[in-house]
Nanobody, 129 residues
Framework: QVQLVESGGRLVQAGGSLRLSCAASGRTFSVYAMAWFRQAPGKEREFVAAISWSVSNTYYADSVKGRFTISREHANNTVYLQMNSLEPEDTAVYYC??????????????????????WGKGTLVTVSS
């Protein structure tokens, strides 16, 4: 079975940095895109970043562009989300997700949570003022 396990979430101060990790297992992930979503209290789940099967194709939400960086290590099936210049508005449960689709898609496809078929349980990131 496909399993995604996030880690790295914790309490940090505004302006600080944090790196989240998502360990994947259950299939060969080198040909599947990986994405990060987040959900703040009282808010809908929103797209954060995604990376396609090609490491040169990355996509970011406007709210995090320039501050967050998504990357992956194919050797250990791990995707990372490096978060810099964190703001209180970044406080949320961050989820790792992947679609059951290997085709090359546009950024709109990866930003739609409905296109994701597997999800991790999430890791909480709290940014204090």
């Amino acid at each position: 079975q496909v399993q995604l396990v996030e880690s790295g979430g914790r309490l940090v101060q505004a302006g600080g940095s944090l790196r989240l990790s998502c360990a994947a297992s259950g299939r060969t992930f080198s040909v599947y895109a990986m994405a990060w979503f987040r959900q703040a209290p009282g808010k809908e789940r929103e797209f954060v970043a995604a990376i396609s099967w090609s490491v040169s194709n990355t996509y970011y939400a406007d709210s995090v562009k320039g501050r967050f960086t998504i990357s992956r290590e194919h050797a250990n099936n791990t995707v990372y989300l490096q978060m810099n210049s964190l703001e209180p508005e970044d406080t949320a449960v961050y989820y790792c997700a992947t679609p059951d689709e290997t085709g090359v898609m546009c950024g709109v496809y990866y930003s739609d949570a409905a296109n994701m078929d597997y999800w991790g349980k999430g890791t909480l990131v709290t940014v204090s003022s």
